[in-house]
């Protein structure tokens, strides 16, 4: 069961700060994804999704509780260590695209694997084109960002998040700045990615019909999960 | 790094307007210190060129005798037994000249002055005709022609002199004219000697107010030295940059050949009178200088104008450095989104300090190479020119007529890459921020 867990959480507990009080944004998650898993995280506004998102992509460490990403645990790293497990191990996809804007469509693809220094400059350049042709793209290799329109970066950004071949890719209301139509072809893309490569994705929405997509959904309310299909929910809970 | 480049030179480009400003501002600033370090070895060279033409050799074997403690007599005995120990010392130097040097009054019809008559061997001054412009005689004397007139090979000849323009205007007399020489040759006694001018040189600036040129023998003769008797064994040597060494050399030759050695004192040897005619020593000692002690008294000139260059360059770098510490945080703000991403797909703190430190020091080595380059074509042209300068208080500090720029290749390196430093430096502060700014807290920065 464990090796086949890429990311779990045990009794995560995480709070801000609020002046002198503390908002407690994740009161107690323990959560279990699995390779090849397509999981949306759904919940109102305010309710802790990005939160927990932070949470599983490491770019953020848990108040209380563990967070296992790949058998480490990541309150135990230090930002280095984190940095690096980001790089090798994650992918992700912002609500904003977040794309650099001074660098082409095809640079931006080619940053994590620069970043990695593993393949040679051709290995890269198959890659990248590899990657962009899977989005759709591969007409648009030196364009810059704001020659594209939303659809067309949330692609590139996809085959960014794709192009170190990383466990889980993670992607915060990856649909939220789109327009439905676009919103549902950037769903399916990853639906088929999902099929056709075994890429695990979680990525969190309160759209009601991207949510129809999900083979798992996990709710959340108020910082707690209010249910969850999958493991990691009540069924094992019972199991430990 | 070639992904840093890229990254940087695109951010510059995008920011067009401040990038020009700091560009523009760094390029001038090194333009200013290439210039005024270029202006500053230019009066250097022309202080070694001046000074070891009119009145030093690049090293000086000279020094002083007394027959009672109280005399300071700046004559060596035994001349010719010192100049070959000297020339035996030194075997790679190019030429050797013995000279006599005096101070006496120049008298004309109407007026005097004080100068320090330098006795010279003509034939073996080499140098000195070389180095000697003779002047117009306009230069000197009111209604003349604008023809030089006059014949320097004449100082050949006993009881000739030649003096300088500036000189002659305040004796007011031209070439032909004849000048008595007033001598005190102790024990209250005073010699005299009538001279011819021959030729009247043009001003060389703080030197040649009070060098005037007479044959040897004349002024042996006006203090009755002996025959082996001469001031000084001016040493001139391939490349004045060894005038140091050579004179380290010499004194420890010297000393080893039994010769007594006054202590090394950086001045020029009119300064040294009152001090040895206040010891209590008699005999002889050797005094071994280089050329830049005989100057001393000029050289506050290159360290004052350093020292402004030091001022100005520095106020002026400190300013330019809060620019760009200033733009660095714009762009810093700017970016903060970017820069979250970047930490977020799994660039390090580190990588992220050098992207911001690379795109500053490239803003920096474009601004100062451009200043660099413009300031070395700047100087080269005003030294091509050869700019008259027009005032006379600066034409004596100076010591030259013409504006002299010596650019060096390794100061313009120097200042292109002390420049670009700095400006990697003035960036730290706004790029160590950014590299410690958390990934979450720059991604959902809004902008
Ligand atoms: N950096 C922060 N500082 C303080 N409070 C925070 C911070 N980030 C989130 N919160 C609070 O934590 C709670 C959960 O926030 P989170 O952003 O995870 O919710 P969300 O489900 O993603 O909401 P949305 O659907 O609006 O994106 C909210 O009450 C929010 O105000
Ligand atoms: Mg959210």
Not at chain 2, 165 to 174: F, I, N, P, S, T
Request: proline share 3%; glycine share 8%.
């Amino acid at each position: 069961m464990e090796t086949e867990s890429m990311v779990r959480l045990k009794g995560v507990v995480k709070e801000y700060p609020l002046g002198k009080l503390k908002v407690r944004a994740l009161d107690g998650v323990d959560l279990c994804i699995r390779k090849g898993e397509f999981t949306v995280v759904a919940g109102p506004s305010g309710s802790g999704k990005t939160t927990l998102l932070n949470m599983v992509g490491c770019v953020d460490v848990p108040t209380a509780g563990e967070v296992l990403v790949a058998g480490k645990e990541t309150s135990k790293l230090d930002d280095r260590g984190r940095t690096l497990l980001r790089l090798e191990r994650l992918g992700f996809i912002f609500q904003t695209f977040n794309l650099i804007p001074v660098l082409t469509a095809a640079q931006n693809v080619e940053f994590p694997l620069l970043l990695q220094r593993r393949l040679g400059r051709r290995r890269r350049r198959e890659r990248v084109r590899e990657m962009l042709a899977l989005v759709g793209l591969e007409a648009l290799l030196d364009q810059r960002p704001n020659e594209m329109s939303g659809g067309q970066r949330q692609r590139v950004a996809i085959a960014r998040a794709l192009v170190t071949l990383p466990g889980i890719v993670l992607a915060d209301e990856p649909t939220a700045n789109l327009d439905t139509a676009t919103g549902m072809n950037i769903i399916d893309l990853m639906k088929t990615l999902n099929r056709e490569r075994q890429t695990t994705f979680i990525f969190s929405t309160h759209d009601p019909r991207v949510m129809e997509h999900a083979r798992r959904i996990v709710r959340i309310v108020d910082g707690r999960i209010a249910g969850d299909d999958g493991c990691g929910g009540a069924a094992e809970r019972a199991e430990a | 790094m070639g992904l840093f480049l890229t990254v940087a030179v695109r951010n510059l480009l995008q920011a067009k307007r401040r990038t020009a400003l700091l560009v523009t501002a760094l390029a001038g600033v090194t333009l200013l210190l290439v210039l005024l370090m270029a202006l500053s070895a230019g009066l250097t060279e022309t202080m070694i060129r001046s000074a070891t033409a009119i009145s030093s050799g690049h090293v000086n074997v000279a020094g002083f005798s007394k027959n009672k403690p109280a005399d300071a007599w700046p004559v060596l005995h035994g001349i010719e037994a010192i100049r070959r120990k000297v020339a035996d010392l030194v075997p790679e130097a190019t030429s050797l000249v013995v000279r006599e040097r005096a101070w006496a009054k120049l008298i004309s019809d109407r007026h005097s002055l004080f100068v320090s008559p330098t006795g010279v061997d003509y034939a073996s001054e080499a140098r000195l005709k070389e180095a000697l412009v003779l002047a117009k005689e306009s230069d000197y004397k009111k209604g003349g022609r604008d023809v030089v007139v006059g014949d320097l090979s004449k100082l050949a000849e006993p009881h000739t002199a030649v003096l300088f323009a500036g000189q002659a205007k305040r004796l007011d007399v031209e070439v032909g004219d004849d000048l008595t020489i007033t001598a005190p040759t102790g024990a209250g006694r005073t010699n005299t000697l009538d001279v011819r001018i021959v030729a009247i040189a043009r001003d060389f600036g703080f030197l040649s107010n009070w060098v005037t040129f007479l044959p040897r023998q004349d002024v042996k003769d006006l203090y009755q030295y002996g025959d082996d008797t001469g001031a000084v064994v001016q040493v001139y040597l391939p490349d004045p940059a060894g005038s140091e060494e050579v004179m380290g050399r010499l004194r420890e030759g010297l000393a080893a050949a039994g010769h007594e050695l006054m202590d090394h004192e950086p001045a020029p040897f009119f300064m040294k009178f009152e001090r040895v005619a206040g010891e209590d020593w008699t005999g002889q000692k050797l005094d071994v200088t280089v050329w830049s002690d005989e100057v001393s008294f000029l050289k506050w000139v290159v360290t004052a104008l350093d020292a402004i260059s030091v001022v100005l360059v520095g106020i002026l770098m400190v300013i330019i450095a809060l620019g760009i510490t200033d733009s660095m945080w714009i762009a810093v703000r700017e970016r903060t989104r970017e820069v979250g991403t970047e930490r977020a797909i799994g660039m390090t703190r580190r990588q992220v300090l050098a992207l911001f430190l690379v795109e500053a020091m490239l803003l920096g080595l474009a601004g100062t190479t451009l200043g660099g380059l413009a300031g070395a074509g700047v100087a080269a042209l005003l030294d091509h020119a050869r700019i008259e300068v027009a005032w006379d208080a600066l034409r004596m500090i100076l010591m030259s007529d013409v504006l002299n720029l010596a650019v060096g290749p390794g100061q313009v390196a120097w200042s292109i890459g002390v420049f670009t430093l700095l400006t990697g430096v003035a960036a730290l502060p706004p790029a160590v921020r950014a590299a410690r700014m958390q990934p979450v807290t720059a991604m959902h920065h809004a902008g």
